[in-house]
Nanobody
Framework: QVQLVESGGGLVQPGRSLRLSCAAS????????MGWFRQAPGKQRELVAV???????NYADSVKGRFTISRDNAKNMVYLQMNSLKPEDTAVYYC???????????????WGQGTQVTVSS
């Protein structure tokens, strides 16, 4: 079994910051890319940021310069530092990891259960 558990969401005023964390646990051989997605009410899930096992990053245009993704490979964790939050950042944020459970098995994408981020005054 593999579990991804997010934490750090909540209610925050515009302009403030939040830091999301995601821990991957269970039977894991290796993790390739890890990322954060979000889904606002009535909208499709969208990519926020992704980081490779080597540390290369990619961001959605809407969050560039405000959000920073990082990871701790030793702990199988990924983080999302969100600064200068805007009301349009309100969404459920999901952690995603592309990982292998065995050395010989193909990689699969796993998802966390999501954490709510609400930006409102």
């Amino acid at each position: 079994q593999v579990q991804l558990v997010e934490s750090g969401g909540g209610l925050v005023q515009p302009g403030r910051s939040l830091r999301l964390s995601c821990a991957a646990s269970g039977s894991i051989f290796s993790i390739n890319a890890m990322g954060w997605f979000r889904q606002a009410p009535g909208k499709q899930r969208e990519l926020v940021a992704v980081i490779s096992s080597g540390g290369s990053t990619n961001y959605a245009d809407s969050v560039k310069g405000r959000f920073t993704i990082s990871r701790d490979n030793a702990k199988n964790m990924v983080y999302l530092q969100m600064n200068s939050l805007k009301p349009e950042d309100t969404a459920v944020y999901y952690c995603n990891a592309d990982l292998k459970r065995r050395s010989w098995s193909p990689s699969h994408a796993y998802w966390g259960q999501g954490t709510q981020v609400t930006v409102s005054s």
